[in-house]
């Protein structure tokens, strides 16, 4: 098992994540994060003054998956999150030593279904 963690453009969350679903992952965890790579951020305008913002605001999408449907979920992910421009993110993918479902304690690949 696998737990991918993508951190991708605001506005690209929707399409990801409803290709993820056609793709038969059933739950997803998705937090707002902030934070800079080779953007380096930019720079805003408010009331007339000019400031930099060294964060930019982005969306981490994590997703627990089976070692079969790692390369479909990081294919997918790649697919609709692009855009070609500088700023579309970064996947990572760990190891997932256990798994378990706190209602039922099922584990394993019984806890992702």
Known sequence: MKKVEAIIRHFKLEDVKNALSEQGILGMTITEVRGFGRQKGHTEMYRGTEYAVD????????????????????????????????GDGKIFVTDLAETIRIRTGENGEDALK
């Open 55 to 86: 964060f930019v605001p982005k969306v981490k999408i994590e997703v627990a998956v089976t070692d079969a449907l790692l390369k479909g979920v990081l294919d997918t992910i790649m697919r609709t999150a692009q855009t070609g421009q500088i």
